[in-house]
């Protein structure tokens, strides 16, 4: 079946650091890809997506680009603050519509 | 748009006794779907609705759970009995007819601890 699969954490990071997070997939179609961001306390909040190869999700300086040829979705962020410090979930939809998510990644930026 | 909202927010009681989780999905949204994460198993899918029908229980994990959706504009969990296992952040996020290509939006949780 479908599945996504990314790099697991803790990442540590100070402040202004180049922040990667991996995540491949695997799916028999063409899904859609998203990330999700989980502050503390809260539920899930979408970050970006991609519906089809070569497009690139942006948001809050947060990319990925949704590449067919090496079935990922990596997700960047240039220079990263305190406040993203939070669980950074992969997900896409399967051929049912239902997401699957990868295991999380957390992601801790000290000042 | 006041978003999913779900309740309560922090639940706790004794093994044994009945649970209920309620959400309110965004207006307009056809699909409902209830998760439960914990560390151990991460984020799980347990059930969700299409136009309040129930459409793929199999992520429900015993028949001590159930879900009901009787409108568009709610649905509730329920445990009956409940355990310690079934400690877990609860979920709801509805999505409207666009499923595969829109993004779920999702509820804030429910903390459940079984004691």
């Known amino acids: 079946g479908d599945s996504v699969t990314q790099m697991e954490g803790p990442v540590t990071l100070s402040e202004e650091a180049f922040l990667t997070i991996n995540c491949t997939y695997t799916?028999?179609?063409?899904?859609?890809l998203f990330w999700y961001v989980q502050y503390p306390g809260e539920g899930l909040q979408l970050l970006l997506k991609a519906t089809k190869a070569d497009d690139k999700g942006s948001n809050k300086g947060f990319e990925a680009t949704y590449r067919k040829e090496t079935t990922s979705f990596h997700l960047e962020k240039g220079s990263v603050q305190v406040s993203d410090s939070a669980v950074y979930f992969c997900?896409?939809?399967?051929?049912?519509?239902?997401?699957?998510f990868g295991a999380g990644t957390q992601v801790v930026v000290t000042p | 748009d006041a978003g999913v909202i779900q309740s309560p927010r922090h639940e706790v009681t004794e093994m044994g006794q009945e649970v209920t989780l309620r959400c309110k999905p965004i207006s307009g949204h056809d699909y409902l779907f209830w998760y439960r994460q914990t560390m151990m198993r991460g984020l799980e899918l347990l059930i969700y609705?299409?136009?309040?029908?129930?459409?793929?229980d199999s992520g429900m994990p015993e028949d001590r759970f159930s879900a009901k959706m009787p409108n568009a504009s709610f649905s509730t969990l329920k445990i009956q009995p409940s355990e310690p296992r079934d400690s877990a952040v609860y979920f709801c996020a509805t999505v409207g007819s666009d499923r595969n290509n829109q993004p779920q939006h999702f509820g804030d949780g429910t903390r459940l601890s079984i004691l």
């Open positions: 799916a028999t179609g063409y899904p859609s």
């Open positions: 609705f299409n136009n309040n029908v129930p459409i793929d």
């Open positions: 997900a896409l939809t399967d051929s049912w519509g239902k997401l699957q």
